[in-house]
């Protein structure tokens, strides 16, 4: 596993770096954290999209999307989403590593002061954006929203977070609602940009062959004339769910979805964090697992259904697509093996071939860029960072009765339909 | 054995094409430094097979779906799955069913050899039985029904229904729940007997592993193969469309839309023509197009638009779609943009940033094993190459780029899909 060099360049502002010369690609990304609140995660999100569309150098969309075909078509990609109750924001910008310029021109060089502009140099009219920027922004914003209802099961899964986390911060949207999404105005923005460039952690990654100091060197100036005051970052962790709640859709379908969310009653920083995660894969992460080989194959009730386990949060959720009158059946057989779990029926070669599953996935993500940003970009939260080889030892030594207890904390806390009329 | 290095001069790397006695053709891309590795095996058998025959002997007809029921019931053997075979590796195992071809893979990071072992006897040994076969029909009666309610995939069908007249290729991957109550034991044999012969399918493998290796267990697992004629037939298919306007209600927020251009079919494109397509759609419609520009600036697309040349046998067109809150008038717009193109020509400097564009996304797909095993599974199938089309990419000119535009992208002879809310519900 390659090396993360990480550096302090300012008041919560990192700058890491991975030197590697296997790929054809560099990628440097910031990631910005902030708290996750109703009152600013509009104006975060919408401003996120702003700033990676044009900057004072390329002041509109075709301009920036030009320079950056001519730069062997870089890409520059931005992103918004929930981690626990932080809202980050991603902004990234890769391209072709500088051996395969046509013409010796250093591509990675470029990137990274293009990332900088976006950031740092936008383009402004005195203290507010550009009225027409904003406009394109918030109307494709306003799209994403209703864009999520398209997706049957994206919009079952959100609904269940939705009712799950009602009294949570975690409840509400990632980029907030469509009518805060409309009172923004270009001025409101300009005092977002300013609020964000002060308050947020700003974690910025360099992954590739060329030197990454010119990109540190760049940032930590920019920086230098920043006044500075991070915000603090925490996530509320509900450990145990009292009563199960039950909502239900009707909807023009052809299946209907079902998801259920438990509450584990571990969320890191715990140290049984990796038990609750091997449980979880045991359960339906794998082919393997006890729903795929049970629910789906031998009951032959569904095409999909698959558990994921949200380590801020702590909390796991069940989904499945099924028909419509065997709903009931579907729940009872992920009740059951959950119960199962809870009463140690897991055999030893569950345990031994899902750890290589693991394993496996963790190992794979090293041979590509984006796979190397995102081990340590899924870190950032748990308070250090772990190469592959440490983050696999442990999952390797969780033990049978360490599953069992995990499994044993599982509590029912929400059960979400959407049903076909 | 016949081993071929194929290199590539304009980026240094190479890879090797073996053809091995069983009737294989295997191809090998180490990756210096990985740990991982993929690999793909596939036959030139999809969804569109429906109608064949074998060393002329009589035409036979198969129930839509049945190569998709094919690869999910593969899985299967005598002494059990082959998922709980791959659980001692460790692999990620899947399959897919395409158009055109069936394709079983794994990636792993350890044990290998046994992993490609577990490959190439699960996928050479067929086992079905009534029993087997009927505890299918739910899981995939399932897998379509979750198809039936993505707007992304009834917009792409509904195209499809309304540009091809007799052309398979608009027919549902997975078939119907009633095509695929037709599909038996004895029919899944039939099929498997003709299509899964070795001279009839590929194996890809890249990342950490060496020729040696791979042909060490392709040698110990691979039981050889009588090669026969296998012709496809596909009824045949006017130039024209059926319809220029096919609509679905469907319970959306975000109206979608599909517009496809029918272009000629009559054989597959080389690499040169490939090169020249993908570098002109670029110049049409990639991001830094003026076309792009236009249509967002009318607010008539949001950042899903995107364009894709989809070709196969027998079928080819041009598909520009994506989200719209007015269908109707982005596929007008670019319409009449594509009109003016054709009066008015193109733009070279447009070209030179789509060439390095086309260029920089090619070498950057070789970064990841999956992508350099599919697409030269891909290539092998249509008889194109992987550096032949990267060479052709940066050898193509400007007046190769206008020609290929005026022998496409006909604006009388395309369908635009659109799935929406309806009228009523908003």
């Given at each position: 596993m390659n090396f993360i060099n990480r550096y302090e360049i300012a008041d919560g502002v990192f700058f890491s770096s991975i030197k590697d010369s296997r790929f054809k690609t560099m990628k440097i990304s910031a990631n910005i954290i902030v708290p996750l609140s109703e009152e600013t995660a509009s104006a975060n999100a919408l401003l996120c999209g702003v700033l990676s569309r044009s900057c004072k150098a390329y002041p509109d969309f075709t301009q920036l999307s030009k320079k950056l075909s001519s730069l062997y078509g870089a890409d520059l990609d931005a992103s918004i989403r929930k981690a626990g109750d932080c809202q980050l924001l991603s902004i990234s910008a890769s391209g072709l590593d500088d051996r395969y310029a046509f013409s010796g021109e250093s591509i990675a060089r470029e990137l990274s002061l293009l990332l900088c502009s976006v950031i740092?140099?936008?383009?402004?009219?005195?203290?507010?954006?550009?009225?027409?920027?904003?406009?394109?922004?918030?109307?494709?914003?306003?799209?994403?929203?209703?864009?999520?209802?398209?997706?049957?099961?994206?919009?079952?899964?959100?609904?269940?977070?939705?009712?799950?986390?009602?009294?949570?911060?975690?409840?509400?949207?990632?980029?907030?609602?469509?009518?805060?999404?409309?009172?923004?105005?270009?001025?409101?923005?300009?005092?977002?940009?300013?609020?964000?460039?002060?308050?947020?952690?700003?974690?910025?990654?360099?992954?590739?062959?060329?030197?990454?100091?010119?990109?540190?060197?760049?940032?930590?100036?920019?920086?230098?004339?920043?006044?500075?005051?991070?915000?603090?970052?925490?996530?509320?962790?509900?450990?145990?769910?009292?009563?199960?709640?039950?909502?239900?859709?009707?909807?023009?379908?052809?299946?209907?979805?079902?998801?259920?969310?438990?509450?584990?009653?571990?969320?890191?920083?715990?140290?049984?964090?990796?038990?609750?995660?091997?449980?979880?894969?045991?359960?339906?992460?794998?082919?393997?697992?006890?729903?795929?080989?049970?629910?789906?194959?031998k009951q032959s009730l569904c095409y999909y259904c698959a558990s994921r386990y949200d380590r801020q949060k702590g909390i796991l959720t069940v989904d499945s697509g099924v028909e419509g009158e065997n709903i009931e059946k579907a729940e009872e057989g992920i009740l059951k093996e959950i119960e199962d779990m809870k009463n140690g029926v897991i055999t030893d070669f569950e345990i031994e071939a899902t750890k290589m599953a693991v394993v496996n996935s963790f190992y794979t993500t090293n041979d590509t860029v984006s796979g190397i940003e995102t081990w340590y970009a899924s870190q950032l939260f748990d308070g250090s960072f772990k190469t592959i080889e440490e983050l696999s030892a442990k999952i390797n030594a969780v033990s049978r009765e360490d599953i069992i207890k995990a499994a044993q904390k599982l509590t029912l806390d929400t059960v979400y339909v959407l049903k076909n009329k | 054995m016949n081993i071929t290095e194929i290199k590539s001069e304009l980026i240094g790397d190479s890879y090797f094409k073996i053809n091995h006695p069983s009737g294989l053709t295997i191809y090998v891309y180490p990756k210096e430094g990985y740990k991982s590795s993929y690999a793909i095996f596939g036959t030139k058998y999809g969804s569109i097979n429906t109608c064949f025959s074998v060393d002329e002997g009589e035409k036979i007809t198969v129930p839509d779906g049945i190569a998709h029921y094919l690869e999910h019931k593969l899985f299967e053997s005598e002494d059990g799955d082959a998922f709980v075979r791959y659980a001692k590796t460790g692999a990620n195992a899947n399959a897919y069913t395409s158009f055109e071809k069936t394709c079983y893979l794994f990636s792993c990071t350890d044990k290998f050899d046994e992993s490609l072992e577990i490959l190439l006897d699960f996928v050479q040994e067929p086992y079905f039985t009534a029993q087997t076969v009927a505890k299918e029909q739910g899981i995939i009666g399932q897998e379509i029904k979750m198809y039936d309610d993505s707007p992304d995939w009834r917009v792409m069908f509904n195209m499809l229904g309304g540009m091809y007249k007799n052309h398979p290729v608009k027919i549902d991957i997975a078939g119907t729940v009633e095509s695929i109550a037709q599909i038996t034991a004895e029919k899944l044999y039939e099929i498997y007997n003709v299509f899964y012969n070795l001279n009839n399918m590929v194996l890809c493998v890249s990342g950490n592993v060496t020729v040696e290796q791979v042909i060490k267990t392709a040698d110990k697992m691979l039981k050889t193969s009588e090669k026969h004629e296998i012709t496809n037939y596909f009824k045949d298919e006017p130039y024209e469309i059926c319809e220029p306007y096919v609509e679905q209600n469907f319970p959306v927020s975000m109206p979608l839309f599909n517009l496809g251009f029918k272009e000629r079919a009559d054989e597959i494109l080389n690499v040169e023509k490939l090169a020249q397509t993908d570098i002109l759609l670029s110049m049409i419609a990639s991001q830094t197009s003026t076309l792009y520009r236009s249509l967002m600036d009318a607010n008539l697309i949001n950042s899903t638009f995107s364009y894709e040349l989809f070709e196969g046998p027998g079928y080819c067109s041009v598909i520009f779609g994506g989200e719209s809150r007015a269908p109707k008038q982005a596929a007008e717009m670019i319409k009449q943009y594509v009109c003016k193109i054709k009066a008015d020509g193109l733009e070279k400097s447009d070209f030179e940033i789509a060439q390095k564009a086309v260029y920089g996304d090619i070498v950057s797909s070789l970064n990841s094993v999956n992508s350099i095993s599919n697409t030269i599974a891909d290539y092998h199938f249509c008889g194109n190459e992987l550096f032949s089309y990267i060479d052709a990419v940066s050898k193509t000119t400007f007046d190769d780029v206008s020609k290929r535009l005026s022998e496409m992208l006909d604006v009388n002879n395309c369908t635009l899909s659109v799935v929406k809310q309806a009228e009523n519900e908003v």
């Open positions: 740092f140099e936008p383009n402004l009219n005195d203290s507010a954006f550009i009225e027409s920027e904003v406009e394109q922004e918030r109307r494709q914003l306003l799209d994403l929203i209703d864009s999520e209802f398209n997706d049957k099961r994206i919009y079952a899964n959100g609904q269940l977070i939705k009712y799950m986390c009602a009294d949570e911060v975690f409840g509400m949207k990632r980029y907030g609602t469509a009518d805060k999404i409309k009172e923004i105005t270009p001025a409101s923005l300009y005092k977002t940009w300013q609020n964000l460039l002060k308050t947020a952690t700003f974690e910025i990654m360099y992954i590739g062959d060329s030197s990454s100091e010119k990109a540190k060197e760049v940032f930590s100036n920019a920086f230098s004339n920043v006044e500075r005051a991070p915000s603090e970052i925490k996530t509320e962790v509900v450990r145990r769910a009292e009563d199960v709640k039950h909502i239900s859709e009707e909807m023009e379908l052809s299946q209907s979805k079902l998801v259920m969310g438990f509450r584990t009653g571990v969320a890191i920083p715990d140290k049984e964090v990796n038990a609750t995660r091997l449980m979880c894969a045991i359960l339906g992460g794998t082919a393997n697992s006890k729903l795929f080989c049970n629910v789906r194959e | -």
